[in-house]
């Protein structure tokens, strides 16, 4: 029981202090909404190499409201007025389904990522809220052969069993060392506990059994399971060999430099907080942990990490300090895949990149993020250690 009141402790403490930092924002009335690591680098990139990742040009949002944004189930605090989504064509038979979550002042988006394959049937990453919108956007688009569960991360579990339930013949994969309030799986799918079907666990090693999906799209699982962490850390990375795309949870970001924050935020949030100039500034940094620092009219950490390829810094103070050899070992494997552009389930995607890009986001503060940036993450790191909440820390991530 220790191991899971720690978790809990370490995420009461980062909400406390990302709410602690900032005023509280006024919600958006109902009648008002509108659409509109750790290690050093192998290799350096060259100076051209490193202004050649762009987030790539996307289509305007498809949404339908009348179809229902409500979702009654009680997994993550809902958001006010309702769930929208928003989905996205990225090109090349590729979707994203955006959603905003919310908990306390920390508000980010977070994507369901969806493929279609060579049968015309869909492959579908990180299920997000199933409310009557995303449904209904999800049904024009095909039919669902696959579901997959990338990661242990709560945000990208918690809607899944209900999501499951509503395309009971889609085949089911998961990622190892699930753990938490839903339940518990290990390396195959008679460990599970889960509240769903599984049929198979995501592989580890190519000699473990591979997904249906296999000839098509290619799968390399990071898995670590520490003493003394709240439960295993596992991620899925996936590589559509028809398009060269590197699909991945949490694994990197594009942030993108905003003079307002993306529209989505206009169903939750009103007009006058909206339009505020520091809104999206401060939403990014609450999202990534970074401290509210403004200089004058700048805000020193959201420069550092916006419109480049970037590891989150809450992943590189809590997750890769902790298990750096592991972390690159993946990354490195990853990198081995001639993908041309990235699709991930937080902020904006599609983006061209290398792999020599997406390498080089898992140097050491490879964006010289300002010491007095990270001083939240250095505090609950400090909490973590104090307290002995956490596994041991191997690195710097300064």
Request: proline letters at 8%.
């Amino acid at each position: 029981m220790r191991r899971r009141r720690s978790y809990a402790t370490l995420l009461a403490l980062g909400v406390l202090l990302a709410d602690a930092a900032a005023p509280r924002a006024n919600l958006r009335p109902a009648l008002q909404q509108a659409l509109p690591r750790r290690a050093a680098l192998a290799t350096l990139l060259t100076p051209a190499a490193a202004h050649a990742a762009q987030l790539t040009d996307q289509n305007a949002p498809v949404t339908r409201p009348e179809a229902g944004r409500a979702f009654g189930e009680a997994i993550l605090p809902p958001v006010p007025f309702g769930r929208a989504t928003y989905r996205y064509d990225l090109g090349r038979g590729a979707y994203a389904f955006e959603q905003l979550l919310r908990f306390q002042n920390v508000s980010a988006t977070v994507r369901m990522n969806v493929q279609r394959l060579r049968n015309g049937k869909l492959w579908v990453v990180a299920p997000v809220a199933p409310t009557g919108e995303c449904l209904s956007l999800l049904k024009d688009i095909g039919e669902v052969e696959h579901l997959v569960l990338p990661v242990t991360a709560l945000e990208h579990k918690a809607f899944f069993g209900p999501f499951q339930r509503q395309f009971p013949s889609a085949s089911v994969w998961a990622a190892p060392g699930q753990y938490g309030p839903f339940g518990t799986l290990g390396f195959s799918p008679e460990t599970s506990t889960l509240p769903f079907r599984v049929d198979g666990v995501l592989p580890r090693t190519k000699k473990d059994k591979q997904p249906p999906w296999s000839s098509e799209i290619e799968t390399k699982t990071f898995y670590v399971d520490l003493p003394g962490n709240a439960g295993p850390v596992a991620e899925a990375a996936f590589f559509h060999k028809d398009t060269k795309t590197l699909f991945v949870t949490d694994a990197v970001s594009w942030i993108p430099r905003l003079s307002r924050a993306p529209n989505i935020f206009r169903t939750s949030f009103d007009d006058k907080t909206y339009d505020n100039d520091d809104f999206w500034p401060k939403s990014v940094l609450q999202a990534v942990f970074l401290s509210l620092r403004k200089d004058g009219q700048r805000w020193p950490g959201y420069d550092a990490i916006t419109d480049k390829v970037v590891r989150a810094p809450i992943l590189a103070a809590f997750a890769d300090i902790r298990a750096p050899s592991e972390t690159i070992a993946w990354i490195d494997d990853v990198c081995r895949w001639p993908f041309e552009r990235v699709v991930t389930s937080h902020f904006a995607s599609p983006f061209a990149a290398s792999p020599a890009e997406v390498r080089r986001a898992f140097g050491q503060n490879p964006n010289k993020i300002d010491a007095r940036d990270w001083k939240q993450l250095d505090d609950l790191n400090k909490v973590i250690v104090d307290n002995d909440l956490g596994a041991v820390i191997k690195g710097d991530y300064h």
